[in-house]
């Protein structure tokens, strides 16, 4: 079938909107028709770092719709069902058993090589082969294949443009607070970085009660929504020793939690230092290949620096409980969503590295 995509034609391009042909879904596939799709820095990163080979290439990865086929080997999915569509993993290997998909042995090969597993492309374009299948999904197409374990099944009540973005975004930040670090109201959390992923950890954090949160920003804006979460907004540019800051508002002793979304090294260094003892650094950014932390500090306080896939979280409970908590008011990050018809997807890239909006979601 035919079906509208954004695609990047090579390294660093744009998107452009063309029509190119879809292949039919295999026995283990869901045909979704998208109504919505996220964007997410990581399609805006990959569409800059994969190398020249590997496109053309339809990238997208928080995408929801509605079921239009499935395949013969698929079950508990049904043509009409609404699906919020995540990241896949092979739910067999050890990892996946231990619920911990997101470290799923195959997530490489799953999620980011363009291609099926036997190695043929759901796309093509005058017979060629155009690269897809994006953390399962390249959701940003009209039309788009996916699978029985990154589909999540959800109301049809339910907006599916206000929940596209739980399928990663939402997802990583609220679950590294509610999955990972598990704070309490004794403890005090820092966010480094209010994007989507920063301020979805804030709201998740009001609503565990978190005592004191802090959000750094350099964005005016940034901060005044992380405020209505309860947040005391920090200004690096207008701070000259943000760590200090930090330590001043946890009372001199430090954070007990913290949160890197910026990929900017001496930005982790700094959230690495404003901890307390035995404090805990959780880094998320997707950009540096290498950070540079504090030795000395690091070995004399028994800190703790870590990473965290998509928060955690298995999709299959945590979208369905990110939007239960939302819709009972306790996870409201409604309001962080801007919404683009999809032929203005390059507006949409532009306007969110501006810092004018958090989360665009791209409309059929």
């Given amino acids: 079938m035919k079906t509208t995509v954004a695609v990047v034609n090579s390294q660093g391009a744009d998107f452009s909107l063309e029509e190119i042909e879809l292949g ?13 799709t996220g964007l997410c820095h990581t399609d805006i990163h990959l569409k800059g770092f994969l190398p020249e080979e590997m496109f053309p290439n339809v990238f997208g990865h928080e995408g929801s719709g509605i079921v239009e086929a499935v395949g013969e080997s698929v079950s508990g ?14 739910r067999g290997c050890e990892n996946c058993k231990n619920d911990l998909v997101g470290y799923c042995d195959s997530s490489l090969l799953l999620n980011y090589m363009g291609m ?3 190695g043929s492309t759901t ?5 060629s082969p155009v690269f897809g299948n994006f953390f399962g999904q390249s959701s940003l197409s009209q039309y788009a294949i996916a699978y029985a374990d990154n589909c999540v099944v959800v109301d049809k009540s339910v907006d599916l443009t206000k929940v596209a973005p739980y399928g990663c975004g939402f997802q990583t930040g609220a679950g590294t607070v509610l999955n990972v670090l598990k704070p309490t109201p004794a403890d005090s959390l820092v966010v480094f970085g209010c994007g989507a992923v920063g301020l979805s950890a804030l709201a998740a954090a009001k609503h565990l009660g978190v005592g004191t949160i802090i959000a750094v920003d350099p964005l005016e804006n940034r901060r005044a929504t992380a405020a209505d979460y309860g947040a005391i907004g920090v200004d690096p540019m207008a701070e000259d020793d943000v760590v200090a800051k930090v330590k001043e508002l ?17 930005v982790v260094k700094q959230a690495q230092q404003a901890l307390k003892v035995r404090g805990t ?7 540096a290949e290498e950070y540079a932390i504090d030795a000395i500090d690091l070995l004399q306080t028994g800190k703790t620096i870590k990473a965290s896939i998509e928060g ?19 996870f409201d990050v409604d309001g962080l969503i801007a919404t683009y018809p999809f032929s203005e997807i390059n507006t949409a890239v532009a306007d969110v590295l501006a810092g004018k909006v958090v989360k665009p979601v791209l409309v059929w």
Wanted: charged fraction near 20%.
């Fill in 77 to 90: 999915i049904e043509v009409g069902d609404h699906v919020v569509i995540s990241f896949r993993s092979c």
């Fill in 312 to 330: 955690d979280s298995d999709p299959q409970e945590m979208v369905p409980r990110l939007i239960a908590l939302n819709a009972a008011g306790e």
């Fill in 116 to 118: 099926r597993m036997d």
């Fill in 24 to 36: 039919e879904p295999q026995a283990d596939e869901v045909l979704v028709k998208i109504v919505a």
């Fill in 123 to 127: 796309y093509s374009r005058d017979g």
């Fill in 250 to 266: 946890t009372g001199g002793s430090g954070a007990t939690y913290a949160i890197d979304t910026t990929a900017i090294s001496a």
């Fill in 281 to 287: 650094l959780v880094a998320l950014g997707l950009g």
